[in-house]
């Protein structure tokens, strides 16, 4: 229910407002940033869609939230590490479970 929770307040803001918060800028250098889906797979938008979203929305919220505590550049480093991994542990989460309903993430071969 929670999760529904944040959906719903995510799409009560506008999207350039949502993503205006995450300090992107304030990466710490050689940091790498994972890959955020802004499209579902297959186009399907489903509860696992909604509940990655809301996945990436508490993350960001997390993300914010430590840095404003961060006292020193370990801190720093931490809440960036921290959120690289709830990001990509909710992507894989997602493929998962689009994975079990017979949806597959596109592949593309150049060559042969």
């Known amino acids: 229910m929670k999760k529904w929770t944040i959906f719903a307040?995510?799409?009560a803001l506008p999207a350039s407002a949502a993503m205006?918060?995450?300090p992107y800028g304030?990466?710490?250098p050689g940091f790498?940033?994972?890959e955020i889906r802004t499209a579902p797979i297959a186009g399907v938008?489903?509860?696992?869609?909604?509940?990655y979203k809301a996945d990436i929305l508490e993350a960001e919220?997390?993300?914010v939230s430590?840095?404003?505590h961060a006292t020193d550049r370990e801190d720093r480093w931490d809440a960036w590490d921290e959120w690289s991994t709830e990001v990509i542990d909710a992507d894989k989460d997602?493929?998962?479970e689009m994975r079990k309903k017979g949806y597959r993430t596109g592949r593309v071969t150049v060559g042969g």
């Not at 938008?45 to 509940?51: E, I, L, P, S």
């Open 94 to 96: 997602y493929v998962k």
């Open 9 to 11: 307040a995510l799409t």
């Open 45 to 51: 938008y489903n509860q696992y869609w909604y509940n």
């Open 61 to 63: 919220k997390e993300l």
């Open 20 to 22: 205006a918060a995450i």
């Open 66 to 68: 430590d840095l404003r």
């Open 32 to 34: 790498d940033r994972p």
């Open 26 to 28: 304030a990466m710490p």
